[in-house]
């Protein structure tokens, strides 16, 4: 399928324009034109740029570039207009290529003043060569949806080269033709298998040295996402999150956590021997979620522990809630802390103003993504951007590649590359077609009368409700007592009846995640099946929450010297089939999570009390569907892995 590529050419003189226009699309004609460029005339004031810049048609057509004209000498308002619209359309739409069309250099300055770097380069107004515009123009298109990495890739399998090499496969040769594992190869793919090389093949770059495909691919994927690096991680954020951590954090710093954040944050928090100080976020209990830590315990926070190096913090949330990052970045700043924000469920904003800004924008030193999780990257394809004035690469890639596998899978990286080509030539229109669905999907679930999809303000937590929280509406999250189901009875019903897969639930409500994979028949079916089971709505019933979680008690040591010990291991329930009174006061080794929400009780170094104890035997003894990780096993009994008293007391006191 052959893209269709706008080019809007924006100016108030009408006669000018219509020739641009018209100058551009014979040369489109003429020329070489692979990416079907066309270009189309709009008005130039800011309102109408922003309406064309926004605009969605049916067409499937993408805008890629716009070029504004800034008048002829002494254009006095049409200039001041130019460079307004100019300033719109880079405020709303970033991705997109932006050329000024200028009388002389002095324009230029006001210009470049004004929209800062963000214009892409000049024609001259006296010149009209059309023909050279579009010349530029497209060989712009061209450079933004390379991608060198994929391109290498699919140029040496196709070179289909003898391989004496790793992996074992060689190509998917050992599977073809087996009688016990050839239905993999014809499962897979002969282009997957022919892709999984590694690092033997030295035209495809190296990810733990990269200094050619991979090393461009990651530069795209900078300029897209608004960083002054881009990093490929092939181990999710889960890994990048470790190797932030273990480059911003000496054994013995400070760091401000939310004490909600992934676990991935936690176990980085082991391997950096950071000193953290955890925040407690805000929860919302009626539907057991989990909102960002408020902003006047953050407030709080920096102030009394402006020696901390790092701040982290989950935006958006798993369930969609986003900070109003600007002032509390700026405030770590003026104290000298630097910024990491998990965008883990976040990858996508970049794309839509409706989900900007940023971290990034907003000013965050480092910003997480897992590509995989909303774009098109395949599972555990990650990015890590990097923003940071001080950025220490050298150091950077000394813990990355303690992290990184030297045989990291090629595909992941080609797949980084090709939903970064995606996102900027195509992101916005996917995203805005997901927008739509989200809330068209909104309005009919609410009509069925037994399900309601939750607003901000029902699922914002008391204590943050005047800090400026937003909501991806990407999130849909489902209240589903009024319909007489359980959660787990209605799952069943959609997997079983329907053949929809959630993406997780509490004990009253339902998370559907829409993505830019998300099609109109997919809203269909999720819609017809919300009505039929409104249908057949159950009588009322009682929704039994999940335990509370305790607050936190306190650390006795560093989390890094109490898991580094080899501890004692004490059983969770006493032979009396009750809470073991004789963990109270003990310190926790391990990082204890019950799953999900994947959100620690107990970290390691942390004090034990009988409030938490009785928590973990009511989860274990109601909660079915929970895992709890974190839990050693021993003669079949649960234990909890904690200090003995000789190794508590060699230790250095928190
Ligand atoms: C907030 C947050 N951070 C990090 C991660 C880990 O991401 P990945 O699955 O890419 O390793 C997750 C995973 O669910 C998450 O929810």
């Not at 067409?59 to 460079?83: F, K, S």
């Not at 997957?192 to 190296?206: F, G, I, K, Q």
Request: aromatic share 8%; with cysteine; charged share 25%.
């Amino acid at each position: 399928m052959q893209p269709a590529t706008h080019v809007l050419v924006v100016s108030a003189d009408e006669e000018w324009r219509a020739q641009v226009v018209q100058g551009l699309n014979a040369a489109a004609a003429r020329l070489p034109n692979p990416f079907g460029l066309i270009a189309v005339g709009c008005p130039c004031d800011a309102a109408s740029a922003a309406e064309a810049v926004l605009a969605t048609g049916p067409t499937q057509a993408d805008l890629q570039a716009v070029v504004i004209d800034h008048g002829p000498r002494g254009a006095g308002e049409q200039g001041a207009q130019a460079v307004l619209a100019a300033q719109r359309i880079i405020d709303l739409r970033p991705e997109l290529s932006l050329y000024m069309v200028l009388e002389d250099d002095a324009d230029k300055l006001l210009v470049e003043q004004l929209a800062s770097n963000a214009v892409d380069g000049y024609f001259f107004r006296g010149e009209q060569d059309h023909t050279g515009w579009f010349r530029i123009l497209a060989a712009e298109i061209a450079e933004k949806a390379e991608t060198p990495f994929y391109d290498a890739l699919k140029d040496y399998v196709a070179q289909a080269k003898d391989s004496w090499h790793t992996p074992g496969h060689a190509g998917g040769d050992s599977f073809r033709g087996s009688p016990w594992v050839g239905d993999f190869y014809d499962f897979v793919g002969e282009e997957m298998l022919r892709a999984d090389l590694s690092v033997s093949v030295p035209e495809l770059d190296s990810l733990l040295h990269p200094t050619g495909v991979i090393a461009q691919a990651q530069k795209r994927a900078a300029k897209a996402f608004g960083a002054r690096a881009t990093f490929f991680a092939t181990n999710g954020t889960s890994t990048s999150n470790k190797v932030i951590f273990q480059t911003l954090l000496a054994p013995g710093d400070k760091l401000l956590l939310d004490r909600n954040c992934h676990k991935s944050v936690h176990h980085g928090v082991i391997l950096s021997g950071a000193r953290p100080v955890y925040l407690d976020s805000s929860v919302n209990r009626h539907y057991g979620i989990f909102g960002p830590v408020p902003k006047a315990t953050l407030e709080r926070a920096i102030a009394e522990h402006a020696d901390a190096k790092v701040l982290i913090l989950t935006s958006c949330t798993y369930d969609g809630l986003r900070y109003d990052l600007k002032p509390i970045i700026a405030m770590a700043h003026a104290a000298g802390i630097k910024v990491i924000v998990d965008e883990a469920w976040y990858g996508h904003a970049r794309f839509h103003p409706e989900l900007r800004p940023t971290a990034l924008e907003c000013g965050a030193d480092y910003a997480t993504q897992s590509t995989h999780k909303v774009l098109s990257a395949f599972s555990q394809a990650s990015m890590i951007h990097v923003n940071d004035p001080g950025f220490d690469e050298h150091l950077f890639r000394e813990n990355f590649n303690m992290h990184t596998s030297t045989s990291p899978q090629y595909t992941l990286i080609a797949s980084l590359d090709v939903a970064r080509r995606q996102a900027v030539m195509e992101g916005y229109r996917l995203l805005d077609r997901s927008l739509k669905f989200a809330f068209e999907l909104r309005e009919k679930i609410n009509a069925t009368g037994a399900f309601r999809v939750l607003e901000l303000d029902d699922l914002l937590p008391e204590e943050v409700r005047g800090d400026g929280i937003r909501l991806d509406p990407t999130k849909l999250t489902i209240d589903i007592s009024a319909s007489g189901y359980s959660a787990d009875e209605l799952r069943a019903e959609l997997i079983g009846r329907y053949n929809i897969q959630v993406e997780k639930n509490t004990h009253n409500t339902l998370t559907l995640l829409l993505t830019i994979g998300t099609t109109r028949s997919k809203v269909s079916r999720l819609f017809d099946a919300m009505l039929r089971l409104a249908k057949e709505k159950r009588p009322p019933r009682v929704y039994h929450r999940v335990p509370e979680a305790p607050r936190f008690t306190e650390l006795a040591c560093l989390p890094r010297d109490a898991f580094y010990e080899a501890g004692e291991r004490l059983p969770l329930i006493d032979e009396q089939g009750q809470p073991n009174a004789a963990l109270a006061g003990r310190i926790c080794c391990d990082q204890i999570v019950p799953y999900p929400p994947g959100i620690p009780v107990l970290v390691p170094g942390q004090v034990i009390d009988p409030v938490i104890v009785s928590y973990l035997v009511r989860l274990l003894q109601t909660q079915k569907s929970i895992d709890l990780h974190g839990l050693a096993l021993v003669d079949g009994e649960l234990h909890l892995r904690v200090l003995k008293p000789e190794e508590r007391a060699a230790l250095p006191a928190r």
